[in-house]
């Protein structure tokens, strides 16, 4: 199902991964200047408040049905406009509609063990596919244990997710959702994770996985007033070894982070380094919020794994390599309707190659949103950006490979849910 033109709506209505892929277009504006964060992480609780978290954590469940609906048009030119090479009669006109129903049950089962489980619906196509499937489990408040199928966030970058190693895959090798089976420790103002993961499909395959299908990592988190710090580790066979570190600290109202990988061939003992730099503030009361990075890519032949949105099947990417330079501003006039005015731009200085994407999006109403970007890209005709802002494939037509180098994407956003629950 190849809907790759119309992800550029994914721009403002999804993140699978808090935007920290090398696919731009896989974006949603307010997440850049949010600190990731898993959702349903179990609470760190301690002595002074485990008698709280007892009365909390009750036998029950609660039941949810979440409904989506997007539908839009998005005209694309096979040139850029205002080039020699353009042809306003040369366009593609694409048309897109998508429905999902997704269903959820979170039932605590007892004080200590929790269970969450997704399933969704969608048209077109008129099919069901697993969503997140995991358990909690925590003893003596001391260990908290979390294993099925969910994604995770390693990092901090919000644009380019190379240090978080979770999302890694071997070049040409099958891969999958994430199942991952995890034990956090919290220690003072931190703690460490480790994990295992595999990739292999358990959801459509009675076959379990061999030892080599299984990736091993941990890390530590140090969180100080001045400074926080993430170090760890990931690895799996058919990839390198790779470390990362990642720093974040605040001086005012501007937030700073730098991150690097280390990189190590498990044959060669070659090693690369990559690492990033970037600032994230606000102004005017938090209305305009700019952030910018500049990332270096040392690997070769990188690739990482997005797992499927609302409007684009799961697929592998490679990262860019060499230098990269990222920027997001996101502007919010006033309140009522919560119009958000944005601007998202990368640029590849090797390759001459520049992705600008002004867009507006407006929420007028209760469970609405309206957008309208414009993707574009700009500099070397032969750049990666040129060749990779926007495609549509489609599976009977001469120029099924032809880049679409700028397009104008209109659509609508009906979303929302229900829930209820019963605890004992």
């Known amino acids: 199902m190849k809907k790759c033109l119309f992800v550029c709506i994914g721009i403002l209505f999804f993140a699978s991964l808090p935007a920290q892929e090398q696919n731009t277009l ?23 408040t485990t008698d709280i978290a007892k009365k909390i954590q009750r036998r029950g469940y609660t039941f949810g049905v979440n409904y989506t609906f997007i539908t839009g048009v998005a ?84 644009n380019y997710g190379f240090t978080n190693l979770l999302i890694r895959v071997p070049n040409g090798a099958p891969s999958g959702d994430s199942y991952i089976f995890k034990a956090d420790v919290p220690v003072g ?12 499909n358990l959801a459509n395959s009675i076959i379990l996985p061999k030892m080599s299908d299984f990736g091993y990592g941990g890390k530590y988190n ?19 070894y ?34 990033n730099i970037g600032f994230a503030l606000t102004f005017f009361d938090k209305k305009l919020n700019i952030n910018g990075e500049f990332y270096y890519n040392g690997e070769k032949d990188a690739y990482w794994y997005q797992h499927k949105t609302e409007i684009k099947d799961a697929a592998s990417y490679s990262f860019i390599n060499g230098t990269n330079i990222a920027l997001n501003i996101q502007y919010k006039p006033w309140s009522k309707g ?3 005015l944005f601007l998202q731009a990368r640029y590849i200085p090797m390759e001459k190659s520049a992705q600008i994407i002004p867009g507006f999006i407006l929420s007028p109403w209760n469970n609405v949103d309206f957008c309208i970007s414009a993707p574009m890209g700009i500099g070397n005709r032969d750049g990666y950006y040129y060749n990779n802002t926007a495609y549509y494939k489609p599976e009977n037509e001469t120029n099924k490979e032809k880049p679409l180098p700028f397009a104008v994407i209109l659509s609508v956003r009906i979303s929302g849910g229900v829930s209820f629950g019963h605890y004992n």
Do not use: C
């Open 189 to 200: 103002k931190g703690g460490f994770q480790v994990l295992t993961m595999t990739r292999v």
């Open 26 to 48: 896989n974006w949603d504006i307010d997440t850049i200047f949010d600190n990731p964060v898993e959702p349903s992480e179990p609470s760190k609780t301690t002595s002074q």
């Open 222 to 240: 140090f969180a100080h007033r001045f400074i926080d710090l993430d170090i760890g580790f990931f690895t799996q066979e058919e990839m390198p």
């Open 242 to 275: 790779r470390g990362f570190l990642s720093l974040k600290t605040t001086i005012k109202n501007i937030e700073l982070y730098n991150e690097w990988v280390a990189a190590m061939d498990r044959e060669t003992h070659d090693k690369d380094i990559s690492f």
């Open 75 to 158: 005209p694309g030119w096979y040139e850029m406009p205002g080039t020699k090479y353009w042809d306003k009669a040369d366009y593609y006109l694409y048309r897109y509609i998508t429905m999902i129903s997704a269903f959820s049950l979170d039932a605590q089962i007892s004080e200590d063990f929790r269970v969450i489980n997704n399933i969704n619906y969608q048209i077109p196509g008129a099919y069901f596919y697993m969503g997140d499937f995991f358990f909690d489990y925590k003893l003596y408040d001391t260990v908290f244990f979390r294993g099925g199928k969910y994604n995770m966030t390693w990092g901090i970058s919000p």
């Open 338 to 340: 919560d119009p958000r």
